[in-house]
């Protein structure tokens, strides 16, 4: 099990920016996970998708679905809110 941070967005002149790296967001009412290796992938939620739990535990396990990455986890969403805040719904 391993606990993936909650990036958040830098605002800027061209629009809002996330860091690089391993971490979870909520982004157009869709939750993205980004790997290590910097693949970022939406997660189905729906009742054939992914779970999340109220402490953020993800079931079944992530993997990341770019071809030929390996990271494949069971991950906790770290400040895990089960709603999108508005200006990501
Ligand atoms: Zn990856």
């Not at 998708?49 to 906790?76: K, L, N, Y």
């Amino acid at each position: 099990m391993i606990v993936i941070p909650r990036k958040q967005y830098t605002p800027t002149p061209q629009g809002r920016t996330l860091p690089k790296g391993l971490g979870w967001v909520w982004w157009k009412g869709s939750l993205f996970i980004e790997c290590p290796s910097g693949h970022r992938a939406a997660f189905d939620l729906s009742p054939n998708g992914h779970q999340v739990a109220a402490d953020g535990t993800i079931s079944p396990s992530a993997v990341c679905p770019e071809t030929g990455c390996t990271f494949h986890e069971f991950v906790r969403l770290a400040d895990w809110t089960p709603e999108p805040p508005p200006e990501d719904a």
